[in-house]
T-cell receptor
Framework: AQSVTQLGSHVSVSEGALVLLRCNYSSSVPPYLFWYVQYPNQGLQLLLKYTSAATLVKGINGFEAEFKKSETSFHLTKPSAHMSDAAEYFC??????????????FGRGTQLTVWP | EADIYQTPRYLVIGTGKKITLECSQT?????MYWYQQDPGMELHLIHY???????EKGDLSSESTVSRIRTEHFPLTLESARPSHTSQYLC???????????FGAGTRLSVL
């Protein structure tokens, strides 16, 4: 089974500062990779998805993530944090591409706090 | 607008009660999932369905059951709720090979 490790359960940044949320996955074959965001009292919303078409993936709200096969990492970044970015972020990895279920394995999440 | 609806959003009940958490979708997706979410933990897959009349248990041992009689409806039932069932339950759907899952807003359950 796949697994995902998110380093840092809490990250705090000032408004306008760089956001970096770390994610490492365990797999010898790069699967699909995802970042989701969850705002309070809401479900998870897709931020971006890696499909092997490009190693740098751009998502919504100015976020992007870079796939690095040699490091088995898929870190999420945003150049300038906004107060509205405060939320919990989940990294997820899919099963092998041949799977018909489309199962996802999630990390434990990183709570992002943005200070004014 | 296509969406995923979960009801109720919040539920507080006593031990031993039977409850059903509803999940309905207008996405037209074939696959549906139930996750259990607790603070600081991974989302745990507890049930999934490939389509009508298909249901399977996920990784997390769960005392709940599900049914899939219609494509758009995937209810989760607890026959006898216990305090250990206190959690947030998320319903999700997907289709095709893209593996993107779309989530409902969740049901937050508290069992006293």
């Amino acid at each position: 089974a796949q697994s995902v490790t998110q380093l840092g359960s809490h990250v705090s940044v000032s408004e306008g500062a760089l956001v970096l949320l770390r994610c490492n996955y365990s797999s010898s074959v790069p699967p699909y990779l995802f970042w989701y965001v969850q705002y309070p009292n809401q479900g998870l919303q897709l931020l971006l998805k890696y499909t092997s078409a490009a190693t740098l993936v751009k998502g919504i709200n100015g976020f992007e993530a870079e796939f690095k096969k040699s490091e088995t990492s898929f870190h999420l970044t945003k150049p300038s944090a906004h107060m509205s970015d405060a939320a919990e972020y989940f990294c997820a990895v899919s099963e092998d591409r041949g799977s018909t279920l489309g199962r996802l394995y999630f990390g434990r999440g990183t709570q992002l706090t943005v200070w004014p | 607008e296509a969406d995923i609806y979960q009801t109720p959003r919040y539920l507080v009940i006593g031990t031993g009660k039977k409850i059903t958490l509803e999940c309905s979708q207008t996405m037209g997706h074939d696959k549906m999932y139930w996750y259990q979410q607790d603070p600081g933990m991974e989302l745990h897959l507890i049930h999934y369905s490939y389509g009508v009349n298909s249901t399977e248990k996920g990784d997390l041992s769960s005392e709940s059951t599900v049914s899939r009689i219609r494509t758009e409806h995937f209810p989760l039932t607890l026959e006898s709720a216990r305090p250990s069932h206190t959690s947030q339950y998320l319903c999700a759907t997907s289709t095709g090979g893209g593996n993107i899952q779309y989530f409902g807003a969740g049901t937050r359950l508290s069992v006293l």
